[in-house]
């Protein structure tokens, strides 16, 4: 019994910490991205340029959801080739103060593919895709923040082809609405 006593006084306190600092309710991210893709068995690679967008509401000090979406075009090979990703999920973030904010997310959602020759269509498909990483927040002002960068392992399902192992580095801007004191 002691033990549970002492649990549930040690979460109050973490709760009690927790609401002590404001977090904003929602925040936007915009910027670049960089999209670096390798499938199984293919002997090119591909990089790819673009932006990044995402939406996150803030559930706790520590603990929100995320949606995010990617937009990035290219050539391989001499195909024109654009990529256009929507994932949601869990990010989680380390805020032990004021000025620096790391976070890892895990996303999942849809991979859209279009490669295109000339006026062939090559590949026009919509894959299940998982994302895995994270990144890092700098504070610049009270409602905006600075994200140097946000590194992402990105495993796309192509439905009649073999597996897509992709890098994703992105940078850019973050505005922060509302305040809430947990």
């Known amino acids: 019994m002691k033990r549970v006593v002492f649990v549930a006084v040690l979460l109050l306190g973490f709760c009690a910490l ?34 990044i967008a995402s939406f996150t509401l803030n559930a706790f000090k520590w603990f929100s959801t995320v949606g995010e979406f990617n937009g990035t075009t290219g050539t391989v090979q001499g195909a024109d080739v ?74 796309v399902r192509p439905k009649d082809a073999a597996n897509m192992n992709n890098f994703r580095f992105g940078a850019g801007i973050v505005f922060k609405f509302g305040e809430q004191g947990n």
Do not use: W
Not at 101 to 122: C, E, R
Not at 129 to 145: E, H, M, P
């Open 18 to 51: 927790a609401m002590a600092e404001d977090v904003p309710k929602a925040e936007a991210f915009v910027g670049y991205s960089y999209y670096r893709c390798n499938q199984e068995g293919l002997t090119g690679d591909c990089n790819l340029n673009g932006g």
């Open 82 to 155: 654009r990529t256009l990703t929507f994932m949601f999920g869990p990010q989680v973030f380390i805020r032990r103060n004021e000025k620096v904010t790391p976070f890892v997310h895990a996303l999942v959602g849809d991979t859209y593919i279009h490669a295109k020759s000339g006026k062939d269509t090559i590949i026009k498909e919509h894959d299940l895709s998982f994302a895995f990483g994270g990144g890092l927040d700098l504070r610049v002002r009270k409602n905006i923040s600075l994200r140097p960068f946000q590194v992402d392992y990105i495993f």
